[in-house]
Structures are given as C-alpha cells and as structure tokens.
C-alpha cells in the first residue's frame, strides 16, 4: 500500500517562501508522476504543480508559473514544491497525489491513485 505524507506547510506573510516536502512510500516512487494540488474553503480541489516520473517534465497552473517550482528526488522518495513570492490567494490546504501510470491528464484529481492528508498553508499579515 502506497502511502504519501506531506509536510513543510505553515503560516507565511506576503511575499514570502514556505517549501512543502512529500514523501511516498510503499511503491515504486521512481516510476511515478507526481502531483500538488490545492484547496481553500468553500473551492473545489485545484492543479497546482505536476512532475514526470523522471523529473524531466514539469507542469504548473498559471497562476503560480514563476512563483513555485516543483521538484523529485528519486533517491528520497521526495517530491517538492517551492514556494516564492507567496499571496494570499496562495491560502489552502495543499495535497501531494502519486500517479502510477503517467497520463497525460496531469491536472486532473482522478488521475491520481494516492493522496497524501494534506498541509495547511497560510499567507497572511
């Protein structure tokens, strides 16, 4: 069973940077597509960030393009997102997926078989 654990969120003033950390393990981290996604209250689940499994692809919405910047290391299992020049509309509860099958759709919630709990991020002053 794959399990996938985020962490690194907290609360950060405008402007500022947080770098989120997930761990998936359980499987064959190596040859998995990555995902973040994001959630604020009362807003569906959004795409964020995605990877290929060998990290040569990366994926991002526009709305954080040249702000955040996805990364995998494959020797630890870890994918992350680093997050500058962040804005309060960066406010949510960020989520790490893992897709065994590498689709194309990579900005899609059901493409991805394993989530991890989520971590809250916070921008506020």
């Known amino acids: 069973q794959v399990q996938v654990v985020e962490s690194g969120g907290g609360l950060v003033q405008p402007g500022g940077s947080l770098r989120l950390s997930c761990v998936a393990s359980g499987g064959t981290f190596s040859q998995y597509a990555m995902g973040w996604f994001r959630q604020a209250p009362g807003k569906e689940r959004e795409f964020v960030a995605a990877i290929s499994w060998a990290g040569a692809s990366t994926y991002y919405v526009d709305s954080v393009k040249g702000r955040f910047t996805i990364s995998k290391d494959n020797d630890k299992n870890t994918v992350y997102l680093q997050m500058n020049s962040l804005k309060p509309e960066d406010t949510a509860v960020y989520y790490c997926?893992?897709?065994?099958?590498?689709?194309?759709?990579?900005?899609?919630?059901?493409?991805?078989?394993?989530w991890g709990q989520g971590t809250q991020v916070t921008v506020s002053s």
């Open positions: 997926a893992a897709d065994p099958w590498g689709s194309s759709a990579y900005d899609k919630v059901n493409t991805y078989d394993y």
